[in-house]
């Protein structure tokens, strides 16, 4: 038992100097590390969501002191991310249903991390962004946040660079903060039914607080974790394919 115990905490560690050095939560890798460590699913998603208030906010602020934010994109993401996010937090998935929409989340993240371009591929100008689509987007983004507990930065961030609505480490910056609304309203949400967290939350908490500050510092600095994250691809399909299929 103690030794699975620290297992995860250094892979968890891990998993948030990866997200945070991007200016994410890390949501998506602390999912895929319960469901592979037999986590209870009814304490996931609020134990998951405190995590990613801690990582976001310690990621913002080392890429807003940096002057990598855009405050009105921002604004109007969080408009209508924000209640959506609640909302979704609100409604309690069967676990069956919800292994399986989490699993197929975590095979996209997968996508995500094998296909996204580096940095040198992503210098971009950026274009006035579409003030409806920006609200449309918040909202959809947050409502499924909410309903499987992530605060949506691994969604937004290809979004905000395929759409050219900001460059690399600005997109980190929006994403952060992003993160961390969404991943407030939608605990608010599900502590409507009741608080539902792990036992060592604290113990978890003080880990990716050190795994965040050192990769919000070095990815606000430098953006170049190409092998770290196929090593988090490999934890993630193990985890879907466990949620899947089992």
Known sequence: MLDSLILFVVVLAICAFIY????????????????????????????????????????FIQFYRLGFFKLKLFLFLALTSIPASFLGGTLTLESSMYKM????????????ILLKPTPREVQIEEEKFNTLMALVIGATIGFVSGLIGIGG???????????????VKNTAGISALFIWVNSAAGLAGQLQSGIRIDDHLFLFIGVVTFGA?????????????????????????????KLIAF
């Open 153 to 167: 930065g691994i969604i937004l961030s290809p979004l905000l660079l395929l759409l050219k609505w900001a460059d």
């Open 20 to 59: 945070s050095s991007v200016g994410h939560g890390g949501a998506s890798a602390y999912l895929a590390l319960m469901a592979l460590f037999s986590f209870d699913t009814i304490v996931m998603k609020q134990t998951v969501l405190s995590l990613n208030l801690v990582v976001a906010a310690i990621s």
């Open 101 to 112: 929409i989490l699993g197929l989340f975590l095979l996209a993240a997968v996508a995500r």
């Open 213 to 241: 500050i050192l990769g919000g510092y070095w990815g606000s600095k430098s953006l170049s974790f190409i092998n770290l994250e196929k090593v988090l691809a490999v934890v993630l399909i193990a985890a879907a394919v």
